[in-house]
């Protein structure tokens, strides 16, 4: 089984800074790409960022600038930095990850969410 578990989100005032954290654990060969999704109330999931295990990353036009990912692979964590954050910011964020699982002969990629973390951003 593999599991992610985030932790960071909460309440911050617009403007306010908060940095989400997701490790993995469990059986599994390694940990591809990684990336934080976000829902807000009424609208669909959408990608906030994505990193490559080489640590190539993509951020969403609506945070560029504000949003960092990044990811520590020793730890088998994947991290958000938010800065400035809006009141468009509050969601829940839920964080991904492609796994190679399997066995030594038969590997294959699977993708696996957390549970999720609230952000909630005050004008």
């Known amino acids: 089984q593999v599991q992610l578990a985030e932790s960071g989100g909460g309440f911050v005032q617009a403007g306010g800074s908060l940095r989400l954290s997701c490790i993995v654990s469990?059986?599994?060969?390694?940990?591809?790409?990684m990336g934080w999704y976000r829902q807000a109330p009424g609208k669909q999931r959408e990608l906030v960022a994505s990193?490559?295990?080489?640590?190539?990353?993509n951020h969403a036009e609506s945070v560029r600038g504000r949003f960092t990912i990044s990811r520590d692979n020793a730890k088998k964590t994947v991290y958000l930095q938010m800065n400035s954050l809006k009141p468009d910011d509050t969601a829940v964020y839920y964080c991904?990850?492609?796994?190679?699982?399997?066995?030594?002969?038969?590997?294959?990629?699977?993708?696996?969410w957390g549970q999720g973390t609230q952000v909630t951003v005050s004008s």
């Open positions: 991904n990850a492609a796994v190679e699982v399997g066995t030594i002969w038969a590997p294959r990629e699977r993708t696996y």
């Open positions: 469990g059986r599994f060969f390694s940990i591809n790409d």
């Open positions: 990193i490559t295990t080489g640590g190539l990353t």
